[in-house]
């Protein structure tokens, strides 16, 4: 809201309103510059950008572009925030996950700004009976336990409510989350688990613990198998109405059902996006609280995670700044707790200086950056405001398909979902195939002669259910075949770019191949001769109009000299002694592997 000084002047009086049309009409004439020829609607559309879920960013938004009330923190619909003073407090609940039996880097964190403790339990992390150890020292009625157990959850429930009652905390003291998941559990393992045990450690929680929560929705794991944003959210809803009647059944309130409940999703660098779906999911939960007859129980607590899937192995130093924008995000758009995964969590388990810059993040935003102060920072924004209610209705509409199927439960293991997911990750690994999603040191400005990053294995973790996917996978899948050539015969495969004309000619063609061949794994060779690169393969760089005078005598020339396959790089043309192309939106995987298979890399 504009508030106008006190004599009233308004700095854009004199000037007369501009309607959206002439804005259109002025869009339309840079496009016509550009050689698109489109008026109206089809100007402003031609500058969207088509996201997952059938939805588009479109490069304006107005007081036309309505959305719901969003109302008040603390209120439903509880868009804003599940509590009225929001984080502003003390900030979101800074969250550090641990999986390995390290009772030192545990108490580090804490001392270090790390508010509560995520421990993974079990097969795939820290034993049962090591928790003890885990948490010696920890001050167990300040800091919020949240355990991730799986199948064990009724095992390490029992034994973390062992150690409250040890170390003397009493029961209304004890902060954090059991765990329970058993929808969670089955699709990462395929295995189902009766979730009536969980049941009833959610009835003794709401009897004897109240600042303990029994279940973790969590998202994740189809976060992690390729879904979109609206699928997230369509499977977080399903599954807690699952739990919602399992509760209920055992004997609780929806009331008491719903403060149970703790919702998890993915963080990701994309901050518009995740700003959204954090809005909207609480949002829907209210809808489905208000229709099981308790409006009031609607505020979702929410605990996001930084993805999983955009964490690169390659130049894991990028994953900083991946990780920086996605806890912004997820701070901006109202997570209770938020959990940072350490730069070099793709690679194993995180060292001292991962884990320190890990929990330094949210510190930084929180106390130097002040992000926690403003209450739902992004709230008002046109954008923002659009942007939530259409992806409120595509997450609702794919609950309405997973219910309709039998709920989350049938949908699982009826494959459906499953299928959903692989097609959702089907079209983006189309676009990371062509670099339309750049991914930073991976696909774009790749690093070949970088020091690999080494850690200690982590536990595995469990499989068996849905697939967990990485955005850098098919990338990464071909640097390792390069890397195995280097080690088999102590040199990279490589191609020649042959530069045609002066410097200002071929630049931007022969830095833009010089990306994409090393993204594969693949040296570029800029110096010397062909006869003197080593290479099998080369690329011509220059401008439309050189190829036009040389390209064709090039490739002759390049071919008598023993070059096996030629590339240009640029649009697909008609040049004879051209085997192929290399462009801006090309399969750039495709390229690559093919490569790699005529130069002999396996």
Not at 105 to 118: I, Q, R, Y
Not at 476 to 491: I, N, V
Request: proline share 5%; charged share 25%; aromatic share 6%.
């Amino acid at each position: 809201m504009t508030v106008l000084p006190d004599d009233g002047l308004e700095l854009a009086g004199e000037f007369p309103d501009v309607t959206h049309e002439q804005w259109q009409h002025l869009v339309a004439g840079v496009l016509r510059k550009a050689g698109k020829d489109v008026e109206g609607d089809a100007a402003e559309e031609a500058l969207s950008t088509a996201l997952e879920d059938g939805l588009r960013t479109r490069p304006l938004y107005t007081a036309r572009d309505s959305a719901p009330e969003p109302g008040l923190p603390g209120f439903a619909p509880f868009v804003r925030g599940g509590r009225p003073e929001g984080n502003t407090v003390g900030g979101w609940d800074v969250r550090q996950r641990h999986s390995a039996a390290d009772g030192g880097a545990v108490l580090a964190d804490l001392e270090n700004g790390v508010t509560s403790l995520w421990l993974t339990v079990g097969e795939d992390g820290i034993p049962v009976s090591s928790l003890g150890r885990v948490l010696d020292g920890v001050f167990l009625d300040l800091a919020p336990v949240v355990l991730d157990a799986g199948a064990d959850v009724e095992a390490a429930a029992e034994e973390l409510l062992r150690l409250y009652a040890e170390r003397g905390v009493a029961p209304e003291a004890a902060r954090g989350n059991l765990g329970a998941d058993p929808l969670g559990h089955e699709a990462r393992t395929g295995q189902a688990f009766d979730v009536a045990p969980a049941a009833g450690l959610a009835l003794r929680c709401a009897g004897e613990y109240p600042g303990l929560r029994a279940f973790t929705v969590d998202a994740l794991p189809y976060h992690e198998a390729g879904g979109s944003a609206a699928q997230e959210l369509g499977c977080s809803l399903a599954t807690g109405v699952a739990y919602l009647r399992a509760l209920t059944e055992a004997g609780m309130s929806v009331e008491q059902a719903c403060a149970q409940l703790e919702f998890r999703y993915a963080a990701t660098a994309d901050q518009f996006l995740t700003i959204a779906k954090l809005r909207a999911a609480r949002r829907l939960w209210a809808r489905v609280a208000e229709v099981c007859g308790a409006p009031a129980a609607g505020g979702q607590t929410q605990h996001a995670v930084t993805s999983p899937v955009m964490m690169t192995r390659r130049d894991p130093w990028v994953n900083m700044l991946r990780t920086t924008v996605a806890t912004l995000a997820a701070g901006a758009g109202g997570a209770d707790s938020v959990t940072v995964l350490p730069f070099d969590e793709a690679l194993g388990l995180p060292d001292a200086f991962a884990r320190r810059i890990a929990r330094n993040t949210s510190t930084i935003l929180i106390e130097e950056s002040h992000l926690s102060r403003v209450i739902d920072p992004a709230g008002g924004s046109w954008y923002v405001e659009r942007l939530t209610d259409e992806l409120a209705h595509a997450g609702w509409e794919f609950f309405q398909e997973i219910e309709q199927r039998g709920g989350q439960a049938a949908a699982l293991r009826s494959g459906w979902l499953g299928q959903e997911l692989a097609d959702t990750w089907r079209a983006r690994t189309a676009r990371l195939a062509k670099r339309r999603e750049p991914v930073t040191g991976v696909s774009e400005f790749p690093f070949l002669t970088e020091k690999p990053v080494v850690r200690e294995a982590a536990p595995e973790p469990r499989s068996g259910g849905l697939p967990r996917v990485r955005r850098d996978e098919a990338y990464e899948a071909l640097r390792a075949r390069s890397d195995a050539h280097l080690a088999a015969t102590g040199s990279r495969p490589r191609i020649f770019l042959a530069a045609i004309g002066p410097a200002a000619a071929h630049t931007a063609r022969l830095t833009f191949a010089s990306n994409l061949f090393q993204a594969g794994g693949v040296e570029p060779v800029t110096e010397g001769t062909f006869a003197e690169s080593g290479a099998t393969e080369v690329c011509l760089c220059s401008s439309d109009a050189l190829y036009e005078e040389r390209a064709e005598d090039v490739a002759a020339e390049l071919r008598a000299a023993g070059a096996a396959h030629v590339f240009l790089a640029g649009r697909p043309g008609q040049h004879a002694g051209v085997d192929g192309y290399v462009f801006a939106g090309c399969d750039a995987v495709s390229v690559l592997s093919s490569t790699l298979d005529r130069m002999g890399v396996s």
